[in-house]
T-cell receptor
Framework: ETGVTQSPTHLIKTRGQQVTLRCSSQ?????VSWYQQALGQGPQFIFQ???????GRGNFPPRFSGLQFPNYSSELNVNALELDDSALYLC??????????????FGPGTRLTVT | AQSVTQLDSQVPVFEEAPVELRCNYS??????LFWYVQYPNQGLQLLLK??????LVKGINGFEAEFNKSQTSFHLRKPSVHISDTAEYFC????????????FGTGTRLLVSP
């Protein structure tokens, strides 16, 4: 059973550019959540996708957007990058988008640096 | 809304000594509680979780935590730490109904020295 994978590992972008981060969920999982972890902080929830639909969003502006594909992999897109977007972006997958206790399994993250 | 407070940003301890990492939470509804560990340049790994039932929860790597509803706390303990336990530890909560948004604390860095 493969775990959650993310690509790329590291990325350097310039302010104003756009970036796409990718996540492959663990086998059998249909829900993907994205988190932003700034340096020295805990992860902050960005949004969650369940069966290709966004079903929850944190306090992030619309320039943060996402997609989930039929194979349940996911992308996080960030437009008009700002310096404060520099962070570790974590993807987590789980088995259901509704309530109940479904453990989230985290990937290793993508380190984004905006200069 | 839920929130988590980890009062200790860093906890230094000697190898084989006991350790307690503190976590307090705030929520108007019932929650699930979690502790995650993050090693350098890695993602998050679940140490343990409290869903319901017994308030003492045992996890991986010899860690345990006790849920105290009256004090809204979920402190993490280990009776004897190893050098390899050096890492960042995050306490997290989520509602026990609705979708699966985890709310994390700011983390506690555990530094184990020989």
């Amino acid at each position: 059973e493969t775990g959650v994978t993310q690509s790329p590992t590291h990325l350097i972008k310039t302010r104003g550019q756009q970036v796409t981060l990718r996540c492959s969920s663990q086998s059998g999982h249909n829900t993907v959540s994205w988190y932003q972890q700034a340096l020295g902080q805990g992860p902050q929830f960005i949004f969650q996708y369940y069966r290709e639909e966004e079903n929850g969003r944190g306090n992030f502006p619309p320039r943060f957007s996402g997609l989930q594909f039929p194979n349940y992999s996911s992308e996080l897109n960030v437009n008009a990058l700002e310096l404060d977007d520099s962070a570790l972006y974590l993807c987590a997958s789980s088995t259901a988008g509704g309530g109940g206790m479904y453990e989230q399994y985290f990937g290793p993250g993508t380190r984004l640096t905006v200069t | 809304a839920q929130s988590v407070t980890q009062l200790d940003s860093q906890v230094p301890v000697f190898e084989e000594a006991p350790v307690e990492l503190r976590c307090n939470y705030s929520s108007s509804v019932s929650v699930y509680l979690f502790w995650y560990v993050q090693y350098p340049n890695q993602g998050l790994q679940l140490l343990l979780k409290y869903l319901s039932g017994s308030t003492l929860v045992k996890g991986i790597n010899g860690f345990e935590a006790e849920f105290n509803k009256s004090q809204t706390s979920f402190h993490l303990r280990k009776p004897s730490v190893h050098i390899s336990d050096t890492a960042e530890y995050f306490c997290a909560v989520r509602r026990n109904t609705g979708f699966q948004k985890l709310v994390f604390g700011t983390g506690t860095r555990l530094l184990v020295s020989p």
